[in-house]
C-alpha cells in the first residue's frame, strides 16, 4: 500500500494543485504566500482569484460557493491534488454532496487539516487516504523540515519516517492505520455516516481552543458512542490554547485515555501550531507508547 514516485498519482514538481476553500474565510495575504509557496516547489496553482474575498458570516463563502469550488477541483482531470486553504468551519455543510463527487470520480490526494478532518472521513469512507497536513493559510510559515517532510510523503518516496512525542501516557505496542485528526470534528462526526471505524486504528488527534472541560466532553460522546471500543492505540498531538487557569487540557485528556487501557503516548508535533508534521491519514504505522514515536510503514496513497 505504498505511492512510489513512479506511480501515476504521487505529486511532482509541475503538477497542478487547485487551492480550495472549504470551511472557513482565510487571511488573504496567509493564503497567498502558501499559494506562492506552492508554486515555488514548481507546481501549478489553480484557483479562483475571488475565492479568497468570499465571506458569508464565519464562512469562505455561500454552501454553494465552497461546494461547487471544491467538486470542480476534485472532479478535473488536471488537477492532481486539492490542497485546502484554511479550516474554522464549515465543510460538514457540504458533506453529502462531496460524497457524491467522490463516489463519481477518480480518486485525487486532499490536504489539509482541522476542519478538513471532515471531508477526510468522507475521503476514508471510499478508503481513499488524505494527507493532514499544514495549510494554505499556514505552509509557508511552517520550518523548513515539516514542510519537506509533507513534500516527501505527497511524493510517494516510500522511506519509513517517523513522528515523536515527549510523553508516555500508557505504556506498550500497537500497529494499525492512522485514523483521526481534530478531536472536535470527530465527535461531531458521531452518528453521521462518515465517522470512521476506528476497531485496530491507531487514533491520532488534536484540537485548538478548547477548554479542558469540553475536551472531556468531546472524549466522552467518543467513548459512549462505542467508537474507541477497539482502537489499537491512541497519539495526541497538539492541544493548542487548550488549558484552564488551574488545569491543562493534556491531563485531563490523559487521564480519560488511560481508562481505555490501550498504548498511548502525547507531545507529537502535528496540529494547530508549528511544526505540524504531516500525517498521512490510513497509513499502515508502529506504534511504540513507551518510546513515544510512530512509524510510518506505508505511505500516503490514493
Same mark, same amino acid.
Given at each position: 500500500?505504498?505511492?512510489? *514516485?513512479?506511480? &501515476?498519482?504521487?505529486?511532482?514538481?509541475?503538477?497542478?494543485?487547485?487551492?480550495? !476553500?472549504?470551511?472557513?474565510? &482565510?487571511?488573504?495575504?496567509? %493564503?497567498?504566500?502558501?499559494?506562492?509557496?506552492?508554486?515555488?516547489?514548481?507546481?501549478?496553482?489553480? #484557483?479562483? *482569484?475571488?475565492?479568497?474575498?468570499?465571506?458569508?458570516?464565519?464562512?469562505?463563502?455561500?454552501?454553494?460557493?465552497? $461546494?461547487?469550488? #471544491?467538486?470542480?477541483?476534485?472532479?478535473? *482531470?488536471?488537477? @492532481?491534488?486539492?490542497?485546502?486553504?484554511?479550516?474554522?468551519?464549515?465543510?460538514?455543510?457540504? $458533506?453529502?454532496?462531496?460524497?457524491?463527487?467522490?463516489?463519481?470520480?477518480?480518486?485525487?490526494?486532499?490536504?489539509?487539516?482541522?476542519?478538513?478532518?471532515? !471531508?477526510?472521513? +468522507?475521503?476514508?469512507?471510499?478508503?481513499?487516504?488524505?494527507?493532514?497536513?499544514? $495549510?494554505?493559510?499556514?505552509?509557508?510559515?511552517?520550518?523548513?523540515?515539516?514542510?519537506?517532510? $509533507?513534500?516527501?510523503?505527497?511524493?510517494?518516496?516510500?522511506?519509513?519516517?517517523? !513522528?515523536?512525542?515527549?510523553?508516555?501516557?500508557?505504556?506498550?505496542?500497537?500497529?494499525?492505520?492512522?485514523?483521526?485528526?481534530?478531536?472536535?470534528?470527530?465527535?461531531?462526526?458521531?452518528?453521521?455516516?462518515?465517522?470512521?471505524?476506528?476497531?485496530?486504528?491507531?487514533?491520532?488527534?488534536?484540537?485548538?481552543?478548547? @477548554?479542558?472541560?469540553?475536551?472531556?466532553?468531546?472524549?466522552?460522546?467518543?467513548?459512549?458512542?462505542?467508537?474507541?471500543?477497539?482502537?489499537?492505540? +491512541?497519539?495526541?498531538?497538539?492541544?493548542?490554547?487548550?488549558?484552564?487557569?488551574?488545569?491543562?487540557?493534556?491531563?485531563?485528556?490523559?487521564? !480519560?485515555?488511560?481508562?481505555?487501557? +490501550? &498504548?498511548?503516548?502525547?507531545? %507529537?508535533?502535528?496540529?494547530?501550531?508549528?511544526?505540524?508534521?504531516?500525517?498521512? %491519514?490510513?497509513?499502515?504505522?508502529? %506504534?511504540?507508547?513507551?518510546?513515544?514515536?510512530?512509524?510510518?510503514?506505508?505511505?500516503?496513497?490514493?
Amino acid at each position: 500500500m505504498i505511492a512510489r *514516485p513512479d506511480t &501515476p498519482w504521487a505529486l511532482r514538481s509541475g503538477d497542478t494543485v487547485a487551492a480550495v !476553500l472549504p470551511s472557513g474565510p &482565510p487571511d488573504v495575504e496567509k %493564503f497567498a504566500a502558501g499559494c506562492r509557496w506552492l508554486e515555488a516547489q514548481g507546481f501549478k496553482v489553480r #484557483l479562483d *482569484p475571488a475565492a479568497a474575498q468570499r465571506k458569508q458570516r464565519y464562512l469562505a463563502g455561500t454552501r454553494q460557493e465552497r $461546494l461547487d469550488e #471544491l467538486v470542480r477541483a476534485y472532479k478535473d *482531470p488536471e488537477v @492532481r491534488a486539492v490542497y485546502c486553504g484554511r479550516g474554522g468551519y464549515g465543510a460538514m455543510h457540504i $458533506l453529502d454532496a462531496f460524497a457524491e463527487a467522490v463516489a463519481a470520480s477518480p480518486p485525487k490526494l486532499v490536504i489539509g487539516f482541522s476542519d478538513v478532518t471532515a !471531508l477526510g472521513c +468522507v475521503l476514508w469512507k471510499h478508503k481513499i487516504p488524505w494527507l493532514h497536513a499544514p $495549510l494554505l493559510t499556514t505552509i509557508a510559515q511552517e520550518p523548513p523540515e515539516t514542510q519537506q517532510h $509533507l513534500l516527501a510523503i505527497a511524493a510517494g518516496d516510500g522511506r519509513r519516517r517517523a !513522528l515523536h512525542g515527549t510523553a508516555m501516557i500508557r505504556g506498550g505496542a500497537a500497529q494499525g492505520e492512522l485514523i483521526g485528526g481534530s478531536l472536535s470534528l470527530l465527535s461531531a462526526l458521531c452518528g453521521t455516516p462518515y465517522m470512521p471505524s476506528l476497531a485496530g486504528a491507531v487514533l491520532f488527534i488534536e484540537d485548538v481552543g478548547e @477548554r479542558p472541560y469540553r475536551l472531556d466532553r468531546m472524549w466522552m460522546q467518543l467513548v459512549l458512542s462505542g467508537a474507541l471500543t477497539h482502537v489499537a492505540g +491512541v497519539v495526541v498531538g497538539h492541544l493548542t490554547k487548550c488549558d484552564a487557569e488551574d488545569h491543562k487540557g493534556i491531563d485531563v485528556l490523559s487521564e !480519560l485515555i488511560a481508562a481505555l487501557g +490501550v &498504548p498511548a503516548a502525547s507531545g %507529537f508535533q502535528f496540529g494547530h501550531e508549528a511544526p505540524n508534521y504531516a500525517v498521512p %491519514f490510513g497509513a499502515r504505522c508502529s %506504534f511504540d507508547a513507551n518510546g513515544q514515536v510512530v512509524v510510518i510503514e506505508d505511505e500516503i496513497v490514493v
